[in-house]
């Protein structure tokens, strides 16, 4: 009897070990449901890249667990899009959990006493580093990532610092943090033939701080995220959702839950 169990746990194993490597050889994008914060994955068969972390480590891991396999914990790139705490806070649990290759930032010297402590920790650890400007690129053999913002210089808010990406792969994304008006109108100005795609992660979490109907109108994508869960500021507010309406449908993190697609 104790034979068979052994055998049918055995049996168990490995059919989950089948299933669970099957599901994470495909090609995603996941727009995490984090609470009050922003992280989206991207992942395809042998790189994971991920855009922010959130501000909590719980509900950013128990859905990090469903797609990096077990026997593999690492993320190979890291995208930190500002120093804000709902943007990079979960990074300091993610570096005890995951081996993380490379860490790209916008390159601004935050003031900011925790994220000072995060590139520390990072620094210990011998993690790479770089920052990215407007027209870098990061790439492999099925995801590109552009760099729309910062560009030669930064706003005093560091909202309007945020690294913006735009990434292709058998769909296309733009990835905005936290800009605001200034931002965006730099980004209007400089990169319009960019701005078209399919998936539009709506910056600050549904905030009317970051309203411009000519960039809205200019995306056009068929679905508009806003990450965003219970908060004191009011996102999103009435007037982004009223405007974005007016340019495609809306998908909201703290009603629909996360959004997973495939790549």
């Known amino acids: 009897m104790k034979q068979l169990i052994l ?110 402590k995060l590139l520390d920790l990072v620094d210990d650890s011998k993690i790479p580093v770089i920052s990215l400007k407007r027209g870098d690129k990061i790439y492999d053999n099925h995801f590109k990532f552009l760099v729309l913002h910062p560009g030669n210089y930064f706003y005093k808010k560091d ?25 965006i109108e730099e980004i209007l100005k400089c990169c319009q033939g960019e701005l078209k795609v399919d998936y539009f992660l709506v910056p600050h979490h549904g905030s009317k701080y970051s309203i411009n109907h000519d960039f809205y109108k200019i995306i056009s994508p068929k679905l508009s995220i806003i990450q965003v869960g219970k908060n004191p500021y009011g996102h999103p507010h009435k007037e982004t959702i009223y405007s974005i309406l007016k340019y495609s449908k809306i998908w909201r993190t703290d009603l629909n839950k996360g959004l997973i697609l495939q790549e």
């Open 7 to 116: 055998i049918l746990i055995l049996i168990n194993f490995i059919l989950y070990t089948i299933i669970f490597s099957f599901l994470n050889e495909k090609r995603i994008s996941y727009f995490l449901d984090v609470g009050q914060g922003s992280s989206v994955l991207f992942k395809n068969q042998k790189n994971i890249f991920l855009y922010d972390t959130g501000k909590y480590p719980s509900l950013l891991l128990k859905q990090l667990d469903q797609f990096v396999p077990f026997y593999s914990k690492k993320i190979d790139v890291l995208f930190i899009s500002h120093p804000d705490k709902d943007h990079y806070f979960s990074t300091f649990e993610i570096l005890k959990r995951y081996k993380i290759r490379l860490i790209v930032v916008n390159g601004l010297l935050s003031q900011d006493s925790e994220y000072k």
């Open 159 to 183: 909202n309007n610092n945020s690294l913006v990406l735009k990434v292709k792969g058998l769909n296309s994304y733009l990835l905005s943090g936290d800009i605001e008006k200034l931002a």
